[in-house]
């Protein structure tokens, strides 16, 4: 899991050495950006320097006072997922025997929640039946990118994440060539998530798509359009996404045999606007994903569901909630 390569001492050394360069560079633009370091739930940045010690050789007594470890070979499996959930601040982390849940809301009209199963993780621990907390999400990522999410191939920070309870911090290790860097994120007690009340019972209008589909109407959506109207239709349009921008109407249509829709179960022609401002955050989500599923409720309120699949055929979910912003007929 997390080991230190034994290879040339002066490789390693070198590497190190850039590498705490590369670590106190950030700590200190940190700093700049950060005035008010002693407010609660700012960043603390420990900087450790162990070429020598792998992560996992932590005492036996250190594990046994966290409610919470998780540890992945690869963070930034963890930050791709998390950044397409980066709209506020404000995470709200639930941790069960499942896997890990990260919700984000936005004016009480979005909500997206990220959902990480436990095996996706090379080690889950948990020892209490829910583990939540909040932390700020800005901070988390800086953290999981602290060595600059290095794309060279082979090359990746590994991450072991670990929680005490109640009133401490959320402790990341993060590894990458023999240098471990610990940040420990201030936590504060998680708030209700909204609940949004959407119930598969009283979904209307249902589509899977194929998310390649969507991406590129997604990519030249007007985005001087204030609203994205969706139309979800037993009949014709069937499935169509209209702007209303400086530029004029745009529509595309998606004919329900079309080999990029995977399931059509649409039962009344049903038409709502969203703020694009809302939506616009869940783009990220469908940039990694490989299918999603647009659902609507009798209500309007909006579901979008995104399927990511990683190399190893695992796969999270991210999930949106919006409301709408206006009734249309
Ligand atoms: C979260 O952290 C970022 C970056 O450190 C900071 O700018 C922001 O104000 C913080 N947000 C909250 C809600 O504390
Ligand atoms: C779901 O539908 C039922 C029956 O129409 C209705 O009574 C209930 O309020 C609906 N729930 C929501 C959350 O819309
Ligand atoms: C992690 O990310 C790498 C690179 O994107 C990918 O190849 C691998 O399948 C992922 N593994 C897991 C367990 O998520």
């Known amino acids: 899991m997390l080991e230190c390569q034994n290879g040339n001492q002066a490789v390693v050394e070198e590497t190190s050495l850039l590498m705490i360069f590369v670590t106190f560079n950030l700590s200190i633009i940190a700093l700049f950006a950060l005035p008010s370091l002693c407010q609660p739930n700012i960043l603390v940045t420990c900087l450790h320097f162990s070429a020598t010690m792998p992560l996992s050789t932590q005492s036996q007594a250190d594990e046994e006072q966290y409610v919470f470890?998780?540890?992945?070979d690869n963070a930034r499996n963890l930050s791709n997922i998390l950044k397409a959930i980066t709209f506020k601040d404000h995470a709200i982390f639930s941790a069960t025997p499942n896997g890990l849940k990260v919700t984000v809301e936005d004016s009480k009209c979005l909500q997206a929640n990220a959902f990480i199963q436990a095996d996706i993780f090379q080690e889950f621990t948990i020892r209490e039946d829910l583990v939540g907390f909040q932390v700020n999400l800005t901070v988390l990522?800086?953290?999981?990118?602290i060595f600059g999410g290095s794309t060279v191939p082979g090359v990746s920070t590994a991450l072991r994440m670990c929680y005490k309870g109640y009133g401490y911090p959320l402790t990341l290790f993060l590894e990458e060539g023999g240098v471990v860097t610990v940040c420990k994120i201030n936590t504060q007690e998680p708030e209700e998530p909204i609940d949004f009340e959407?119930?598969?019972?009283?979904?209307?209008?249902?589509?899977?798509?194929?998310?390649e589909s969507l991406k590129e109407p997604f990519s030249e959506l007007d985005m001087t359009s204030e609203v994205l109207q969706i139309t979800m239709s037993p009949s014709q349009p069937y499935f169509r996404l209209s702007t209303f921008g400086?530029?004029?109407?745009?529509?595309?249509?998606?004919?329900?045999?079309?080999?990029m829709v995977e399931l059509f179960k649409c039962t009344k022609t049903q038409t709502?606007?969203?703020?694009?401002s809302l939506l616009k955050p869940s783009t990220k989500a469908l940039a990694l994903s490989c299918k999603v599923s647009v659902r609507t409720d009798s209500r309007g309120f909006l579901s979008l569901q995104y399927l990511v699949r990683n190399?190893?055929?695992q796969i999270c979910f991210v999930e949106y909630y919006c409301c709408p912003d206006e009734e249309v007929e």
């Open 198 to 211: 959407f119930c598969s019972s009283n979904v209307t209008n249902k589509v899977i798509l194929q998310s």
């Open 246 to 259: 400086n530029s004029g109407n745009a529509h595309y249509d998606y004919p329900k045999d079309s080999d």
């Open 69 to 72: 470890v998780a540890s992945l």
């Open 311 to 313: 190399d190893d055929g």
């Open 141 to 145: 990522l800086d953290c999981l990118n």
């Open 272 to 276: 709502n606007r969203y703020k694009m």
